[in-house]
């Protein structure tokens, strides 16, 4: 029996993304339903990655996002202690990536994706809360809070790192853990200071007591981001928050006390632009864990959250443009066995990407000046030896996978 009406549950980028392939390439009816009363605001400035560009491309979503962000041809790394590079992540290679990479707005994705989204005809419900699932031999049925029930062909958790799905219906033993790290970021108006800012357009600074990173975020180059990721106590939520009032302010000197240093001269100055400082602990899942189950499927971070490196959406565009393939190419076979096509095809890279970000996420937290210089040395020989291994990261394409060798 063809699969015709997906249930989306999650409805940020993960499940927007899903609902855009599904409809556009499978020709399928997807329902999406998220729990907030509207779409998400709070996530910062993320950095789109070639891959991530050109899928964004394929979904219709990159014209009317392209124009909102900063196109970035490479992130360069560089010691707080010295001011010296130790190396940079290189999209600058048209010819083969098709494109460089984007910063922007986590906001601006996802509105762009809802209007495109709004286009073809399909609208978020908002405020649904998932309380039951009922799985039958042909179907599945969401049940809600509110006593909505939903029937589908398959059900799709794109619910996040707090994924519902998978901790009542997966997996319920696989809930997130805290990393022992948070990020701190802004947004603020730097046009007339970027002759004091020695970036192109994005510079990630590495140090003893965290990593601090400057991006624009526009092409104007006017908007610059800021965000701090270092160490820190359990902070007792799992959502970030926007911090106020004498808070704000304790923060601002915790970061000038990290990261203020002759390589950062401007720091102050930056920082007392900064109003609106916002406060997000890192969460991380286990990996290895189930996906799947009977004919519900984990995409994104609820399947595969890992320490932010740079390409979490990358990844989970990557999951729904591998999904909409395979349920093309498994079209009269059973859901359980597409799931388990999907699942054979994506662990292998997915692995591979949670062993980089465990890496890399651990020099982040506070370290000695022995292990901070050596820090230093590692990763200038960790990104003189992976870029090749990165340029063909950057120029893979699930699209490209030839499926008919399956079966």
Same mark, same amino acid.
């Given at each position: 029996?063809?699969?015709?009406?997906?249930?989306?549950?999650?409805?940020?980028?993960?499940?927007?993304?899903?609902?855009?392939?599904?409809?556009?390439?499978?020709?399928?009816?997807?329902?999406?339903?998220?729990?907030?009363?509207?779409?998400?605001?709070?996530?910062?400035?993320?950095?789109?990655?070639?891959?991530?560009?050109?899928?964004?491309?394929?979904?219709?979503?990159?014209?009317?996002?392209?124009?909102?962000?900063?196109?970035?041809?490479?992130?360069?790394?560089?010691?707080?202690?010295?001011?010296?590079?130790?190396?940079?992540?290189?999209?600058?290679?048209?010819?083969?990536?098709?494109?460089?990479?984007?910063?922007?707005?986590?906001?601006?994705?996802?509105?762009?994706?809802?209007?495109?989204?709004?286009?073809?005809?399909?609208?978020?419900?908002?405020?649904?809360?998932?309380?039951?699932?009922?799985?039958?031999?042909?179907?599945?049925?969401?049940?809600?809070?509110?006593?909505?029930?939903?029937?589908?062909?398959?059900?799709?958790?794109?619910?996040?790192?707090?994924?519902?799905?998978?901790?009542?219906?997966?997996?319920?033993?696989?809930?997130?853990?805290?990393?022992?790290?948070?990020?701190?970021?802004?947004?603020?108006?730097?046009?007339?200071?970027?002759?004091?800012?020695?970036?192109?357009?994005?510079?990630?600074?590495?140090?003893?007591?965290?990593? &601090? *990173? =400057?991006?624009?975020?526009?092409? $104007?180059?006017?908007?610059?981001?800021? !965000?701090?990721?270092?160490?820190? /106590? #359990? +902070?007792?939520?799992?959502?970030?928050?926007?911090?106020?009032?004498?808070?704000?302010?304790?923060?601002?000197?915790?970061?000038?006390?990290?990261?203020?240093?002759?390589?950062?001269?401007?720091?102050?100055?930056?920082?007392?632009?900064?109003?609106?400082?916002?406060?997000?602990?890192?969460?991380?899942?286990?990996?290895?864990?189930?996906?799947?189950?009977?004919?519900? &499927? *984990? =995409?994104?971070?609820?399947?595969? $959250?890992?320490?932010?490196?740079?390409? !979490?959406?990358?990844?989970?565009? /990557? #999951? +729904?443009?591998?999904?909409?393939?395979?349920?093309?190419?498994?079209?009269?076979?059973?859901?359980?066995?597409?799931?388990?096509?999907?699942?054979?095809?994506?662990?292998?890279?997915?692995?591979?990407?949670?062993?980089?970000?465990?890496?890399?996420?651990?020099?982040?937290?506070?370290?000695?000046?022995?292990?901070?210089?050596?820090?230093?040395?590692?990763?200038?020989?960790? *990104?003189?030896?992976?870029?090749?291994?990165?340029?063909?990261?950057?120029?893979?394409?699930?699209?490209?996978?030839?499926? #008919?060798?399956?079966?």
């Amino acid at each position: 029996m063809p699969t015709q009406h997906a249930l989306i549950i999650g409805g940020g980028i993960a499940g927007a993304a899903a609902a855009l392939a599904l409809t556009q390439r499978n020709r399928m009816t997807c329902s999406i339903f998220e729990i907030r009363s509207e779409p998400a605001t709070i996530g910062g400035a993320i950095n789109l990655t070639p891959n991530a560009m050109r899928y964004l491309e394929h979904l219709g979503v990159l014209p009317r996002l392209k124009p909102k962000g900063c196109e970035v041809k490479y992130i360069d790394i560089l010691s707080l202690r010295t001011g010296q590079p130790l190396g940079k992540i290189n999209f600058d290679n048209i010819e083969k990536f098709k494109h460089h990479a984007l910063r922007v707005m986590r906001d601006d994705l996802l509105q762009s994706m809802l209007q495109t989204l709004k286009e073809a005809g399909v609208d978020v419900q908002y405020g649904m809360k998932v309380q039951s699932v009922i799985e039958a031999n042909e179907s599945i049925s969401a049940v809600f809070e509110d006593g909505t029930t939903v029937k589908g062909d398959i059900l799709l958790g794109c619910d996040g790192i707090h994924s519902a799905i998978r901790t009542k219906f997966i997996d319920p033993s696989r809930m997130p853990e805290y990393t022992g790290v948070a990020c701190a970021y802004d947004l603020l108006d730097a046009g007339d200071l970027r002759e004091i800012i020695p970036i192109e357009s994005t510079s990630l600074y590495t140090g003893g007591f965290g990593s &601090l *990173l =400057l991006s624009y975020t526009n092409a $104007a180059k006017t908007r610059l981001y800021i !965000s701090a990721v270092m160490g820190t /106590e #359990d +902070v007792g939520s799992r959502e970030g928050w926007a911090i106020k009032g004498q808070d704000q302010e304790a923060m601002k000197q915790d970061l000038l006390r990290r990261f203020r240093g002759p390589t950062l001269p401007f720091l102050e100055k930056l920082l007392s632009r900064t109003d609106s400082l916002v406060l997000y602990p890192v969460f991380k899942i286990s990996d290895n864990g189930p996906w799947t189950s009977g004919r519900m &499927l *984990l =995409l994104g971070d609820a399947a595969h $959250a890992m320490p932010p490196q740079g390409e !979490s959406v990358g990844l989970a565009l /990557e #999951d +729904v443009m591998l999904l909409s393939r395979v349920l093309e190419h498994c079209n009269g076979k059973s859901v359980e066995e597409s799931f388990q096509l999907y699942d054979k095809l994506r662990r292998p890279r997915i692995n591979a990407a949670v062993k980089m970000a465990n890496f890399g996420f651990e020099t982040v937290k506070r370290n000695g000046w022995f292990k901070t210089i050596l820090i230093e040395w590692i990763t200038w020989i960790f *990104l003189a030896f992976t870029s090749s291994r990165k340029e063909r990261e950057f120029a893979y394409d699930v699209r490209d996978i030839d499926l #008919d060798c399956f079966g």
